[in-house]
């Protein structure tokens, strides 16, 4: 069965720092594999997503996220964080016929 | 585009009581969805439509809960009757095929059941 693993609950850097939230899925064929942030009271939103093609993959906000086949991980990162991208991080997978299945979430903390 | 609109943005009910949540989808989208947030469970999907006609209801909990969609820019989530256990943020989501997978969240509804 298809599922998404984010090993961090929450994660806290300081502005200006490097980030990288990891996620690991499992997944029979050849994966679809999105990104998503959720600010406070807010619905998702994508930030990227990885389909086929060059692995690393640029999404909005400064965001990059890496698929590698061989360890079934598509991690986040951002080289320097801003106070504004706390928030929860979703990583998802793409289960067939449109349905995702979404991990538990990484609650990003900044510090000043 | 003014994305995904749900209603209302918080409802409080009593235990018992009929709920409906209501959701407008992306114009011209073709699959709406409705998932449930909680801290516990996280956010799980509970049934998705296409073209208005349910794909999969697998996530729907019990007969408590059921879903319609009349047409393309109307669905609603009812819960009859409700239960404390049922507090959670509900989103709707939309996505067309020419999207390749990615949806579009409204803002949720916040539902507490005392």
């Known amino acids: 069965a298809q599922s998404v693993t984010q090993p961090d609950i929450h994660i806290t850097v300081s502005e200006g720092a490097s980030l990288e939230l990891r996620c690991n899925y499992s997944?029979?064929?050849?994966?679809?594999l999105f990104w998503y942030v959720q600010s406070p009271g807010q619905g998702l939103q994508l930030l990227l997503k990885?389909?086929?093609?060059?692995?690393l993959v640029q999404g909005i906000k400064g965001f990059e996220a890496e698929f590698k086949r061989s360890q079934s991980s598509f991690n986040l990162r951002k080289p320097s964080v801003h106070w504004s991208d706390a928030a929860e991080y979703f990583c998802a997978v793409g289960a067939g016929g449109f349905k995702t299945i979404f991990g538990a979430g990484t609650r990003l903390f900044v510090k000043a | 585009d003014a994305g995904v609109i749900q209603s209302p943005r918080h409802e409080v009910t009593e235990m018992g009581q009929e709920v409906t949540l209501r959701c407008k989808p992306i114009?011209?989208?073709?699959?709406l969805f409705w998932y449930r947030q909680t801290m516990m469970r996280g956010l799980e999907l509970l049934i998705y439509f296409n073209n208005n006609v349910p794909i999969d209801d697998s996530g729907m909990p019990e007969d408590r809960f059921s879903a319609k969609m009349p047409n393309a820019s109307f669905s609603t989530l009812k819960i009859q009757p409700s239960e404390p256990r049922d507090s959670a943020v509900y989103f709707c989501?939309?996505?067309?095929?020419?999207?390749?997978?990615?949806?579009?969240f409204g803002p949720g509804t916040r539902l507490t059941v005392l």
């Open positions: 989501a939309s996505s067309s095929t020419s999207g390749v997978d990615t949806q579009y």
């Open positions: 997944y029979g064929a050849t994966p679809y």
């Open positions: 990885y389909f086929s093609g060059d692995t």
């Open positions: 114009s011209g989208h073709d699959y």
